[in-house]
């Protein structure tokens, strides 16, 4: 079974610090993606990578940032953490780029709340 | 671009009647079609989803998908729904002419199934 698994399942933050949210999965999977979840706005998403530090902004990157330094792993930067990113994360993964309909694979999420 | 719509928020049900939950699309090209489900404080779990082919879709946990082309329409079901079935319901597009991986999630329905 594909496993993706996130840092931490809640986190408590000050408005203004760096928060670093990791996410890694075990399945040799070259794309990652970065959501937010928020009610009744589905997912959004932030950022997403094809390959090892490569990256591309999903539908709203401001405030964020990301690293891939190493395949299995994807990083969610919050440069200085404001009150309306307090939300839930996603990260999730899928094979390749190759194969059409991919299905992605999601973690358990990290809830942030920024303070 | 693409698109997807839950147009309802809830969806309340008795245990043992039918389940139905609604998600329509809007896409250019040939639909990629995704359902997941969310339980409380959980990741995003895939159900099933619609690449090509039969119309008629099965997944996970009984549940069953009719893609409908003319109605642009992928109504998830299930023919009698269980309590343990009470969760967030996400349904999901990707246009087969867009050139990357990126899926649009409509806006969730929750599913509520009473004993």
């Known amino acids: 079974d594909v496993k993706v698994t996130q840092s931490s399942r809640y986190l408590v933050k000050r408005t203004g610090e760096k928060v670093f949210l990791e996410c890694v999965q075990d399945?040799?999977?070259?794309?990652m993606f970065w959501y937010r979840q928020d009610p009744g706005l589905g997912l959004r998403l932030i950022y997403f990578?094809?390959?090892?530090?490569?990256?591309e902004k999903g539908d709203i990157p401001e405030g964020y940032s990301v690293s891939r330094e190493k395949k299995e792993r994807f990083s969610l930067i919050l440069e200085s953490a404001s009150t309306n990113q307090t939300s839930m994360y996603l990260c999730?993964?899928?094979?390749?780029?190759?194969?059409?309909?991919?299905?992605?694979?999601f973690g358990p999420g990290t809830r942030l709340t920024v303070l | 671009a693409q698109s997807v719509a839950q147009p309802e928020d809830q969806v309340n049900v008795a245990e043992g009647n039918p389940l139905t939950v609604k998600c329509t699309y809007s896409v250019s090209g040939n639909p990629y079609l995704f359902w997941y489900v969310q339980y409380p404080n959980r990741g995003l779990q895939f159900l099933l989803k619609?690449?090509?082919?039969?119309?008629l879709v099965k997944g996970s946990y009984g549940f069953e998908a009719e893609f409908n082309k003319s109605q642009t329409s992928f109504h998830l079901k299930k023919p009698s729904a269980l309590v343990s079935d009470s969760a967030l319901y996400f349904c999901a597009v990707r246009d087969s002419r867009s050139n990357d991986y990126k899926l649009s999630f409509g806006a969730g329905t929750t599913v509520t199934v009473r004993a």
């Open positions: 999730a993964s899928s094979l390749s780029r190759v194969t059409g309909g991919d299905t992605q694979y």
């Open positions: 990578s094809y390959d090892v530090k490569m990256k």
């Open positions: 619609y690449i090509t082919g039969d119309n």
């Open positions: 399945m040799d999977h070259e794309n």
